[in-house]
């Protein structure tokens, strides 16, 4: 796993911005060698080529950068934008593009900024932390195609339901949700979320699917990448 020294986590999924791609970051304890991760961190393969190397992902693949930097994606197949130079730094490695420079010349670095890792320029560094990686073995068990596969969603206190009136509740998650009634319930196609981060969403059941009668409700739970999200259980 790559842990950034100011973020306190490891590269995740990559953001859906098209046009300045970066990547998101699952927050980690990275002690004893290991790194204990949240869900969504990714498990990379080290490949070398030739003085370069190269970090796969079994589901995402390789990790690249490109351009005039400020970006950082994942492609399938391998290419000089998958490949980064190493070096000593502020106690861990500095993670330098092969391909992506400024101008044509200015060397771009993997950085941690704003919440997420993309390449950009090493000049009067501030904060040498955002630079700063290191690498250790994963130590969560749960995984899926190389991806930490511990989802959660946190739900708000849940206040009674009425027949016949719509019903909102509050739920805490950073995967993606979908709801729906169980079988022979009422159904509902509740939203499908795909925030990338750990967010407050709100839920809101129409009245017409409040039922005379018990009604049950799935929060089926999926990790970063597994998309489309599989259909519902047909019972609880």
């Given at each position: 796993m790559i842990f950034n020294q100011s973020a306190q986590g490891v590269l995740s999924t990559q953001d859906d911005n098209a046009d300045s791609p970066s990547i998101q970051n699952a927050r980690s304890h990275g002690g004893r060698g290991v790194a204990t991760v949240a869900n969504g961190g990714l498990v990379f393969t080290v490949e070398k080529n030739g003085e370069y190397y190269r970090f796969v992902n079994e589901t995402f693949g390789y990790l690249c950068s490109n351009g005039t930097g400020n970006n950082a994606f994942y492609q399938q197949e391998?290419?000089?934008?998958?490949?980064?130079?190493?070096?000593?730094?502020?106690?861990?490695?500095?993670?330098?593009?092969?391909?992506?420079?400024?101008?044509?010349?200015?060397?771009?670095?993997?950085?941690?900024?704003?919440?997420?890792?993309?390449?950009?320029?090493?000049?009067?560094?501030?904060?040498?932390?955002?630079y700063t990686f290191r690498f250790y073995p994963c130590a969560n068990t749960e995984l899926t195609g190389g991806v930490v596969n511990v989802p959660a969603v946190l739900f708000s206190a849940l206040a009674d339901a009425y027949v016949g009136q719509?019903?909102?509740?509050?739920?805490?998650?950073?995967?993606?949700?979908?709801?729906?009634?169980?079988?022979?319930?009422?159904?509902?196609?509740?939203?499908?979320?795909?925030?990338?981060r750990w967010c407050v969403y709100t839920v809101e059941i129409p009245a017409a699917s409040v039922a005379g009668r018990a009604s049950r409700w799935w929060c089926l739970v999926q990790t970063p990448g597994m998309w489309p999200l599989p259909p519902l259980p047909a019972s609880p």
């Open positions: 391998a290419s000089e934008d998958a490949d980064w130079t190493l070096a000593e730094y502020n106690g861990g490695y500095s993670m330098e593009s092969r391909t992506a420079k400024f101008n044509g010349r200015y060397s771009q670095f993997l950085e941690y900024y704003a919440g997420a890792y993309k390449s950009y320029s090493m000049y009067n560094v501030t904060d040498p932390d955002i719509g019903y909102t509740f509050h739920l805490h998650c950073g995967c993606g949700v979908r709801c729906a009634g169980a079988d022979g319930f009422p159904q509902w196609d509740g939203p499908f979320l795909h925030p990338g």
